[in-house]
């Protein structure tokens, strides 16, 4: 069973920078990974996704301003820390971010928040003008 868990959210003014971290570990086979957000009210949303041959994609939203990586942890494979830059953030950047995994049988870097099964516990990010 995948365990995600994520750290580095916090509270920061329009234009500054914020990265995301999380750890991923327990893996067995192939994953795509990504990372969602949730502001009140609103639906779930993917912000950006790497796929297990390392193929990315973001929403429109945050193209050039977020830079989605993952570095294995550890030599076995069996850990990996996803990674999500955030530049130039914006105060409509500000909700809950989760990371998510999923097994993947084929390269595909979804932003369905339906290709995901397995999620971490989410993250703050307030941005503020």
């Known amino acids: 069973q995948l365990q995600l868990v994520e750290s580095g959210g916090g509270s920061v003014q329009a234009g500054r920078s914020l990265t995301l971290s999380c750890v991923v570990s327990?893996?067995?086979?192939?994953?795509?990974m990504a990372w969602f957000r949730q502001a009140p009210a609103k639906e779930r949303e993917g912000v950006a996704a790497?796929?297990?041959?390392?193929?990315?994609?973001?929403?429109?939203?945050v193209k050039a301003r977020f830079t989605i990586s993952k570095d294995n942890a550890k030599v076995d494979n069996t850990e990996v820390t996803l990674l999500l830059q955030m530049d130039n953030l914006r105060p409509e950047d500000t909700a809950m971010y989760y990371c998510?995994?999923?097994?993947?049988?084929?390269?595909?870097?979804?932003?369905?928040?339906?290709?995901?099964?397995?999620w971490g516990q989410g993250t703050q990010v307030t941005v503020s003008a």
């Open positions: 998510a995994a999923a097994r993947a049988y084929r390269a595909n870097p979804s932003l369905m928040i339906w290709d995901y099964n397995f």
């Open positions: 327990h893996l067995e086979y192939e994953y795509r």
């Open positions: 790497i796929d297990r041959d390392g193929a990315t994609r973001y929403a429109d939203s």
